[in-house]
């Protein structure tokens, strides 16, 4: 006679949830860790609109290296969002500030220093936060 299968015993159903609670363990801070990041990320991403306008302030310069004072003579407007609370210019120098990112220690400011040489601006990214900054800018 062939015995019919019943379903999963208790064992094994403890077993099962043992293993996703370990799994648990480990990704639930690793995502955490991911969306401070991310929403660090954003001020980097909020800036780009900023760099084009000192870039082509710069370059429209008599000879292509003057700085614009401020974002007025940037041409740029700042803008907000919910994990960046200001983006400054300050003789070309760009400012982000964030804000609410989950970072550990406080949220990361980021400083976006420009350098024209021959024709092109390059920037230099600074942070106040590595643990909570991206790969370009520690």
Request: glycine share 8%.
């Given at each position: 006679?062939?015995?019919?299968?019943?379903?999963?015993?208790?064992?094994?159903?403890m077993i099962v949830i043992a293993i996703?609670?370990?799994?648990?363990?480990?990704?639930?801070?690793?995502?955490?860790?991911?969306?401070?990041?991310?929403?660090?990320?954003?001020?980097?991403?909020?800036?780009?609109?900023?760099?084009?306008?000192?870039?082509?302030?710069?370059?429209?310069?008599?000879?292509?290296?003057?700085?614009?004072?401020?974002?007025?003579?940037?041409?740029?407007?700042?803008?907000?969002?919910?994990?960046?609370?200001?983006?400054?210019?300050?003789?070309?120098?760009?400012?982000?500030v964030t804000q609410n990112t989950g970072?550990?220690?406080?949220?990361?400011?980021?400083?976006?220093?420009?350098?024209?040489?021959?024709?092109?601006?390059?920037?230099?990214?600074?942070?106040?936060?590595?643990?909570?900054?991206?790969?370009?800018?520690?």
């Amino acid at each position: 006679m062939k015995k019919n299968m019943q379903g999963f015993t208790l064992i094994e159903l403890m077993i099962v949830i043992a293993i996703l609670g370990i799994l648990l363990a480990i990704a639930i801070p690793a995502y955490q860790d991911y969306l401070a990041r991310a929403r660090a990320a954003e001020g980097l991403n909020m800036a780009a609109p900023a760099k084009l306008a000192v870039s082509e302030a710069t370059l429209a310069s008599t000879n292509g290296t003057t700085l614009p004072a401020d974002a007025n003579a940037a041409g740029y407007t700042p803008a907000t969002s919910t994990y960046v609370s200001s983006i400054s210019i300050a003789n070309g120098v760009i400012s982000v500030v964030t804000q609410n990112t989950g970072c550990p220690g406080t949220s990361p400011t980021f400083t976006l220093t420009p350098q024209a040489v021959g024709g092109k601006v390059q920037w230099t990214c600074t942070s106040s936060n590595d643990a909570c900054s991206p790969a370009s800018c520690r």
